[in-house]
């Protein structure tokens, strides 16, 4: 079974910096691309990242360009986004999704609150 | 504003069937049409991709769920509704390297 099992949000004071892992199992990961998605409360979806699946091609939003940085470490399974200057629009749900054109495989998500 | 626009909200009986538009604003939106796929949302659970590449299910997508385009336009059939479908569904496209959204419909079964 494809499982994507996101961590490491919570609460964070604005400028603050926070690190997303991705642990993915139950299909080949170091052979899909991956991307980061973000729902903000209220809001619908918002793709904010891409990395190709040998780490060549990555891609932001203009949202996130300059401030978040996606990474993986295929060896480990894991993905990862590293995000700083955090905004409080920044709050919402992040989820890692597999795939380039489309989404195929997506994780539950964890919360991100950018708040003093 | 997203370059993909949808209704905010459609709603069928159960046993009917409803269509969910997706409509490109831009040139190269349309055109990259051939990559639009679909998402079911329950709130709290993960994303589903329902139909992708315009008209193309994965394996275990209920047949019940179809998609098309025409024009400016991408669509989304649900036939014969059942409660479970209650959702939202997000239209996306792959343009200039993005995955783009559309704002989400939200489906009620009456």
């Known amino acids: 079974e494809v499982q994507l099992v996101e961590s490491g949000g919570g609460l964070v004071q604005p400028g603050g910096s926070l690190r997303l892992s991705c642990a993915a199992s139950?299909?080949?990961?170091?052979?899909?691309?991956m991307n980061w998605i973000r729902q903000a409360p209220g809001k619908g979806l918002e793709w904010l990242s891409y990395?190709?699946?040998?780490?060549?091609?990555?891609h932001y939003a203009d949202s996130v360009k300059g401030r978040f940085t996606i990474s993986r470490d295929n060896a480990k399974n894991s993905l990862y986004l590293q995000m700083s200057s955090l905004r409080a629009e920044d709050t919402a749900v992040y989820t890692c999704?597999?795939?380039?054109?489309?989404?195929?495989?997506w994780g539950r998500g964890t919360l991100v609150t950018v708040s003093s | 504003q997203s370059a993909l626009t949808q209704p905010a909200s459609v709603s069928g009986s159960a046993g009917q069937s409803i269509t969910m538009s997706c409509t490109g604003t831009?040139?190269?939106?349309?055109?990259?049409?051939?990559?639009v796929s679909w998402y079911q949302h329950h709130p709290g659970k993960a994303p589903k991709v329902m139909v992708h590449?315009?008209?193309n299910r994965p394996s275990g997508i209920s047949s019940r769920f179809s998609g098309s385009k025409s024009g400016t336009t991408a669509s989304l059939t649900i036939s014969g509704l059942q409660a479970e479908d209650e959702a939202d569904y997000y239209c996306?496209?792959?343009?200039?390297?993005?995955?783009?959204f559309g704002g989400g419909t939200r489906l009620t079964v009456l």
């Open positions: 590449e315009v008209n």
């Open positions: 999704a597999s795939g380039r054109q489309f989404a195929d495989y």
């Open positions: 139950g299909f080949t990961f170091s052979s899909h691309s």
């Open positions: 990395i190709s699946s040998d780490s060549i091609n990555i």
């Open positions: 996306s496209s792959y343009i200039n390297n993005n995955l783009v």
């Open positions: 831009s040139s190269d939106v349309v055109s990259s049409f051939k990559y």
